[in-house]
C-alpha cells in the first residue's frame, strides 16, 4: 500500500480556505455589475478534506478564517462533515479569503482572488497544530498552498513528522494560470514532490510534476523520484492509475450534465486517498474518485457535490460510465 492506513490518524491538509462566489451569467469577468451567487464554502484544500470526512474518513483541516459569516459559512459545513477544525485559526483582524469566479462560453473561468491578503494566507504553527500533526496518519499537499510561505512553514514540519511516525504524503499539483509562480514556489514544490507517495496531478501537470515531456517518460522519471502510486486526471475523460511495479488501472468517467466544473479534482482526490486509506484495491478507489468527481460537477458550488459513501453508491448504480 503506498500511503498509510486510516487507522494511524487523520488525513489532513494545510492551505487555503476561501468562499466562492459565481457569477449566474456566461460571459467575461467582472467588469459590469451582474447577478452573483454564494458564499459557497471553498479553497482546493478545504474541497478535498470536505470530501475525505464526507467519505467516511479521519479528516483534519490547517488554516484560517476571519471572525466573519464567510469564515462561519466553512467552519459550520467542514464540521458538519465529519473535519476535525480544531487547527483552523479564526483570525481577529483580516477577513476571510474569497475568490469570485464567472465561466466563459468555451468553459474558461475568470477569477477575482482575495488569498494573500486575507485571513487565508495568514495561519502558522501553533499548539492546535501541533496537537493535530502529532495524531495525523497522511498529509495531503494542494500545490495552490505553496504559494503562501505560511504555509510552506506548517507543510514542511508536518510532512516530517507524519512521515517520521510511518505516515505518508500525497500531492495534487493543482497549478493555475492565474496564479504566478516564482523561483522559491518552483523549488517547493520539486521537494514535495520528491517527498510524496502518491501524486494527483491532472492534464499537463503530470509533466511538471517529473520535469519530463511525455506521459510515459513523465511516470517512469516520478518512479525514479520516490513516488509510488500516480494517478492522472482526465476530466470526462476519466482517470489513470500508475503504480511502481509497472500495473496500470484505467477507470472511465462516469456521464452527467456538467453544471459547474470547480472542484471536481479536488473531490476525486479525497474520495481516491481516502478510500485508500481505508483499504482498498486501485480500481474500487478510482470508482469512488471518478463518482465523487462527477457528482460534485452536477451541483452550483465548489463542493456542494461532495457525496457520503451512500451518496456515491447511489450515483454508482443510477449513473453511466462513459465509453460503455
Ligand atoms: P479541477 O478543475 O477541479 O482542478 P482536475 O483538473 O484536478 O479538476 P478533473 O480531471 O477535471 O480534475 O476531474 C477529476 C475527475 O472528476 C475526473 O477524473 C472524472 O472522473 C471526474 N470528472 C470531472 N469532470 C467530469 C465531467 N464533466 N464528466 C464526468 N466526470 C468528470
Ligand atoms: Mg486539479
Redesign the pocket.
Known sequence: MSVAPDALGPTVCVGEILVEIVATTIGTGFREAQPLIGPFPSG?PAIFIDQCGRIGGAAAMIGAVGDDDFGRVNLDRLRRDGVDISAIAIDPFMPTGSAFVRYRADGARDFVFNIATSAAARFGWSRQVADVVDRAGHLHVMGSALSMPNAWDVIEKAAQSIKGRGGSVSL?P?LRKELKYDDATRSRFVRLVEMSDLLLP??EELELAAGTEGEAKAVARLFEKGVSEIVL????K??TCFERDGSRTD?A????N?VD????????GGAYLTCRRLGMPVQQALTY??AA??RN?TRLGPMEGAGSREDLDAFILSAKR?GE
Do not use: H
Open positions: 482546493a495534487d493543482n491532472s492534464g486526471k482526465r476530466g470526462a476519466g482517470a477507470a468517467a462516469f456521464a452527467v456538467e466544473p470547480t472542484g471536481a479534482g479536488d473531490c476525486f474518485g471518478c468527481g462527477a460537477v462513459l
